[in-house]
């Protein structure tokens, strides 16, 4: 059972390039999210998606756009890279309740670098 | 907006020493959750509070989330290597919200 499962694991772009990240899981989730992690500020969710079809901006959107291709897969695109962009990215996933009580399941993450 | 803070950002300790993290949020929390993420890890969910009150336990570790639901605590027991990492908490304003994390405590244990 992979889980959530991200590619690439690492990737190295110059400023201006564009790249997609990739993110799928086989926990049958309906929610699935995408966070940005950099020294010292936690995890900041970028988009989310509450279910098929859906999308929804979070804390810090400018710079990305998503696409929530089947109920497995979510992607995360940077059209125009900048070395702010530089970070580790996870995506997430988890059952949605009326609650929202469920916890996250977490990928290994992409780490990349804007030069 | 929804803020979630934690203190301290690091905490050096010897092994068999205590440890602790504290969570404060600047509103009322209808849930919380703890995460561990050990170094080039991923965040791995540890537990769930939901009631004003509630203890938690799981063997070394001991949750608590406050009487106002606005703060929580992790503290650790006797640590050991194994528990180094980076723990998060992460706190919903109200049920259907988004999860807000705080900013991580890093733990390292020098044996």
């Known amino acids: 059972n992979a889980g959530v499962t991200q590619t690439p694991k690492f990737q190295v772009l110059k400023t201006g390039q564009s790249m997609t990240l990739q993110c799928a899981q086989d926990m049958n989730h309906n929610s699935m999210y995408w966070y940005r992690q950099d020294p010292g500020m936690g995890l900041r969710l970028i988009y989310y998606s509450a279910s098929e079809g859906t999308t929804d901006k979070g804390e810090v959107p400018n710079g990305y756009n998503v696409s929530r291709l089947n109920k497995r897969e979510f992607s995360l695109r940077l059209e125009s890279a900048a070395p702010s962009q530089t970070s580790v990215y996870f995506c997430?996933?988890?059952?949605?309740?009326?609650?929202?009580?469920?916890?996250?399941?977490f990928g290994d993450g992409t780490r990349l670098s804007i030069l | 907006g929804q803020q979630v803070m934690q203190i301290p950002q690091y905490q050096h300790v010897q092994e068999g020493e205590d440890f602790t993290t504290y969570c404060n949020s600047s509103?009322?929390?209808?849930?919380i959750q703890w995460y561990k993420q050990r170094p080039g890890g991923h965040p791995v969910f540890l537990i769930q509070l939901v009631k004003s009150g509630e203890v938690k336990k799981q063997k070394r570790l001991t949750f608590q989330f406050g009487e106002a639901k606005k703060n929580s605590s992790l503290h650790i027991t006797a640590t050991q290597t194994t528990d180094v990492g980076t723990y998060f908490c992460a706190g919903r304003k109200a049920s259907g919200s988004r999860l807000t994390f705080g900013e991580g405590t890093q733990l390292t244990v020098n044996p």
């Open positions: 509103t009322t929390l209808s849930n």
């Open positions: 997430a996933s988890s059952y949605p309740d009326r609650d929202s009580n469920q916890p996250q399941h």
